[in-house]
T-cell receptor
Framework: SQTIHQWPATLVQPVGSPLSLECTVEGTSNPNLYWYRQAAGRGLQLLFYSVGIGQISSEVPQNLSASRPQDRQFILSSKKLLLSDSGFYLCAWGDRDEQFFGPGTRLTVL | GNSVTQMEGPVTLSEEAFLTINCTYT??????LFWYVQYPGEGLQLLLK?????DKGSNKGFEATYRKETTSFHLEKGSVQVSDSAVYFCALKAMDSSYKLIFGSGTRLLVRP
């Protein structure tokens, strides 16, 4: 069965610091991968998706970036965090039938 | 473009009450439709889905019917429990190869004993 790992589970970072969130998937090959953000009390916003290694599509302009160095690894990064980057970050993998979500990373920028 | 509209919450019900959470969508063609549930502090779990018009998705006592004529996918449950307290998201899947999901804003359900 498929499993999605995300780490860290929680993170507190100062404004202006860098960010790296990692997501890995097990039990599937060549999945589509996704990064979503959920701001406090709000819905889910798709940030990036990837249909293959090195292929990244950005949905929303922002100071975040994503990379997919391996088939089952998806990384979300920032060079300088903003207060508005606080939120709950969810990684997901999907195929033509459905999407499966990881446990999420709660990021607080102070 | 594609979009999903959900009723705003929070929805507060007593245990064993009937639940309806409205969801309507705008899309080109006939996308697959989903309901996801998010329990406090957790990620999203697929609750149910429907892939074509008139399909009924069901799971854990929840049901939703894909209504093409009204472009709706309302979530219902006949008798809610305290353990159903969570945030519910309606979503549709893009019909291109990205398979990305477009979510509604979510509806928080609070069930009181």
């Amino acid at each position: 069965s498929q499993t999605i790992h995300q780490w860290p589970a929680t993170l507190v970072q100062p404004v202006g610091s860098p960010l790296s969130l990692e997501c890995t998937v097990e039990g599937t090959s060549n999945p589509n991968l996704y990064w979503y953000r959920q701001a406090a009390g709000r819905g889910l916003q798709l940030l990036f998706y990837s249909v293959g290694i090195g292929q990244i599509s950005s949905e929303v302009p922002q100071n975040l970036s994503a990379s997919r160095p391996q088939d089952r690894q998806f990384i979300l990064s920032s060079k300088k965090l903003l207060l508005s980057d606080s939120g709950f970050y969810l990684c997901a993998w999907g195929d033509r039938d459905e999407q499966f979500f990881g446990p999420g990373t709660r990021l607080t920028v102070l | 473009g594609n979009s999903v509209t959900q009723m705003e919450g929070p929805v507060t019900l007593s245990e064993e009450a009937f639940l309806t959470i409205n969801c309507t969508y705008t899309a080109t063609g006939y996308p697959s439709l989903f309901w996801y549930v998010q329990y406090p502090g957790e990620g999203l779990q697929l609750l149910l889905k429907a892939t074509k018009a008139d399909d009924k998705g069901s799971n854990k006592g929840f049901e939703a019917t894909y209504r093409k004529e009204t472009t709706s996918f309302h979530l219902e449950k006949g008798s809610v429990q305290v353990s159903d307290s969570a945030v519910y998201f309606c979503a549709l899947k893009a019909m291109d190869s990205s398979y990305k999901l477009i979510f509604g804003s979510g509806t928080r359900l609070l069930v009181r004993p």
